[in-house]
Structures are given as structure tokens and as C-alpha cells.
């Protein structure tokens, strides 16, 4: 790939540089007054020269707004660059491919590649989520469009020119059960696998669950990617919002909104408190050896931006004396880490995991049919080889594939995608029981273990899986290998016969080939 940094990337990978995100939200429409606001905030930072990137939001909220992408465009001529949020929600893998190769026309090149907020409105109605790939996967498209992607033709193959984009990723360390957390830390493993080139976390006002993050890179053998804190400018209103889980992901305790809905009554509204608040975290996240913050707030100014800064260096030697005011914990929060009670952050011991939850009579089923009939060992395993080879391509595949569909419907509410993901999840089906689809781990959305979208109705499936699997020590195999999209080529056949023929993912993950052709 030929050598090429971004002013944004340089200062991210600078040890002595502290990279500045100003995150700028533009609303629905292409002039109206938040387009405007977007692009007179860039003039004051470009003036202001304390900032470098503008990070650009993508539909948020699930709600239709201005192209990031476009803007993005737009906002680089002016002197200053994007950091765009790209997002797997709206459009499927073409689409972003695509949407790739004009940005890189455009040099808009620093990506921050998110699930997306589940879609809540559009066009006479909610319109329809997309999710064809999860972040994991459009990274690795990313890394292999910077090395020169490699495109089939009708002579064979080609490969295109590199592109130059750094990418990076969100994780979320704010999850109040290790079941919900310790997919969060899987899919980081997945991410950074595929080649994210830096992380940015979720927002949360947990000290030691903001240093947790920076330790799991280490612990993931991913110290040296840059990390990234986040930092909201938090009135009462977005507190109380938060609060609720109304921003999915965004981590505001009850404790944190009594405090805060104490210093709205102060003549300034709580605002000088506000901006304290931010420099404390600034400060404690660059002692912690973050490589950056991610400044946002809604209505804030370039203003705001600055003082944030010079407090927060200003604070820099007194980040002890403050330290123990940011124990917003969750109720029965769980941590990776043990507690270090001294200073209040963590110690370098991992909390026992060794407990052991007990499993469901359906998964234990499941996974005794699975091993006798989809292992290589397993003594169905030849015999349904040697019937799916008969069957395929016969007259009778159609009515094995609906008895087949008929009993995976029953047991798991299959949607025949003919790509099947139960292997890879503990037997549950990412695409019918997750909203999003994700096949490589949770979205960062989910509160208290519950989906965002069905709280207190569905558990996240990643919840649900991990607790299957730590039933027998194997909870780590969530980790382990990037689930691949679905190949749509095999929607409404059937995946037994795709897996035995070698024809699915999980066959070729385990080295099953088609058999030899019939005679």
C-alpha cells in the first residue's frame, strides 16, 4: 500500500500529540439551520486550530439526516478534516463499497465504522434496517481495499488500486452484566482482527470503567492501537435521556443525574459544572495514556471546545484528587478487573469468571445432535453426507428443504438464509433473534442484558449465547474467527445441504469440501 497519513491520523499516532474530535450532529434537509450550524462550527475550528478532525454523524438516531459522507466532502475543502461516522444500518455491502471508492476521490479517508442505531424513522414511516454487514466485516473490506482489493472479471481476476483509509472502531466498556460486557470485548477482538486502525469508546462517566477499556487493549494484544475517550458536554435533559437508555449505548446512572440536576439550579444552569466535568475527563483519560478524546454535546460551541482543553491541562497534575468523584457505578456493575480500593480504579488482576451458569435443557440437546451430526467424528455425520449427496440437486431437495426450514422454524425461528450462523452462536440464530443481524458479536446498544429494541422482552443474543457456552468453560469461542456476511446465493436453499456439499461458511471453515461429482 503506498505511504499516506492523514493530519488526523498523524496526530493519533504522535505520542506527543493529543488528538481533538469535535463530534457536529447535522440534522434532515440540505440548508436548513443545522447544516449551517455544521459548517460555520468548522470555519471556528479551522480558525481556532485546536482541532483535528470534525466528526460527522451518520443518520442519528436511526432518523434520516444529511449524507456524512457528502458533508464530509464538503467540510475537507474548508481546511479542516472529516471524521466520518460510517455505519452499517442503512445500506448494504454494495452500497458501502461504493460509497467508499467516492470517498476516497474525495481524500475523505478517516472512518469510524459503527453498527448503527437501529432505524426509528424515514419516509411515511420507519423504513427498513439493512445490517448486510456488521463492523467487523466491513473492516476487513476496508483492510483489503487498502492493500488492493482483488475483483473477479471475465478473464479471472484484477486487482484495484489501494485506497488510503483509516478506520477505526467502536467499543462500549459500560455494560452492568459480564455476559453483556464480555461480548463487547469479543467483538474488540474481532474488530481490531480485521484491522481497525483505532478505537473510540462509548460515552459513560465510569472512571474505572474508562480505564478498563485502555487496559483491555493491552490485555488483547492490541496495546499499541491508539484509544480514544469520549466526552459529552451533559445537560439535564440529555442526562435524563441517557438515563433511560432513549440514546442506546450512552451509559448515565442515577446517581450521575442527581448530581447533575443539583447544579442545573445554579444561575449559570450547571454549565460551568458541565465544562468542569469534561475537564476533568480530558485530563484523566491523558494521564491514562488515551490518544485522544471525542468532545461532543449537543448546541456546544468551539467555544466550549477550548476551555475543555485548557482546563483539562490545567488539571492534568491534580487527576488523583478527583479521581473517586467519577464512581458512577452501575448497580451490580461487573467488572473485568478487580478493584484497586486505594485509588478506586482497577488492579491488573481479572475478576473470577469461574463460575459456571447452568444450561437449558434445549441447548443440551442441540449441542448432542450437533455433534453427532455436523462434527466429522460424529456417527451421523457420514450418513447424512452420503444423503445430502443424493438428495441434492434431485427431486427431492425441495421437500427436503422445507421439512428442514419446517424444523428450524420451530426450534429457532429461521428466516432460510441458507447460510447458517447456529454453529457459530450456541445454536441461536443471529438473523432472526438479533435485530440487527449481527453475526460477530452484540451491537453496543443493549441495557442490562436486554436488547435495545425489545428491552425488557428479549435478551440480547449474545447475552443469551455467552451464558450457554460458559456453561461448559467455551465462552470464548465468541472470539475466536469472523463470522463471514451471508452468502445470498443460498437464501431459501437448504444449509444442511449447503454445509454437507461444502458449499456454506461453516463448511469451509472446517475444511469440508463438495464431494467428487456424481458419475
Known sequence: MTEFYSKFQESLLDKDTFSITWELVPGRGSFEVAQEVVFSSAE??????????????????????????????????????PLVHFTCKDKNRNQLESLLYG????????????????????????????????????????????????VPTFKGTATLKPTHFFAGAAVSPFKAVESEQMGQYYKLKKKLDAGAQFIVTQLGYDFRKIQEAKMMMETLGYGNVPIVGNIYLLPLGAARLMNRNGLPGCVVTNELVDVIAKEAEAEDKGKGKRLERAAK????????????????????????????????????????????????????????????????????????????????????????????????????????????????????????????????????????????????LAYLCPMSQCVKNQRNGPCGGSYNGWCEVYENKKKCIYVRAYDRLKSHGAEDVLGDYQVPPIDFDLRWTASWLNFFMGRDHSAKRLGIMPPEKKD
Open 44 to 81: 471556528e475550528a479551522v480558525k481556532g486550530g485546536k482541532v483535528h478532525a470534525l466528526t460527522i454523524t451518520d443518520n442519528p438516531g436511526g432518523n434520516p439526516a444529511i449524507s456524512s459522507e457528502m458533508l464530509g466532502a464538503e467540510i475537507i475543502k474548508m481546511g479542516i478534516e
Open 281 to 424: 475527563m480530558y485530563a484523566f483519560m491523558k494521564t491514562q495514556g488515551f490518544a485522544g478524546v471525542h468532545i461532543g454535546g449537543h448546541g456546544m460551541k468551539y467555544d466550549d471546545v477550548e476551555v475543555i482543553i485548557q482546563m483539562g491541562e490545567e488539571l492534568l497534575p491534580k487527576v488523583d484528587e478527583f479521581v473517586k468523584e467519577f464512581d458512577f457505578s452501575q448497580p451490580n456493575g461487573w467488572y473485568y478487573f478487580e478493584k484497586d480500593e486505594a485509588t478506586g480504579l482497577n488492579t491488573t488482576t481479572p475478576t473470577d469468571r469461574s463460575d459456571k451458569p447452568s444450561a437449558g435443557l434445549g441447548y443440551k440437546t442441540f449441542k448432542v445432535l450437533h455433534h453427532s451430526m455436523f462434527e466429522k467424528k460424529g456417527f451421523l455425520f457420514g450418513p447424512m453426507r452420503a444423503i445430502s449427496r443424493a438428495i441434492d440437486g434431485s427431486g427431492m431437495e425441495h421437500f427436503f428443504t422445507r421439512v428442514e426450514h419446517f424444523m428450524k422454524v420451530m426450534t429457532n425461528e429461521c428466516m432460510h438464509c441458507g447460510d447458517c450462523a447456529l454453529f457459530d
Open 103 to 150: 470517498m476516497e476521490r474525495e481524500n475523505v479517508r478517516n472512518l469510524l465504522v459503527m453498527t448503527g442505531d437501529y432505524t426509528y424513522s424515514g419516509f411515511r414511516g420507519r423504513s427498513k434496517p439493512v445490517f448486510d454487514l456488521d463492523p467487523a466485516q466491513l473492516l476487513s473490506l476496508i483492510t483489503e481495499m487498502n492493500q488492493g482489493l482483488v
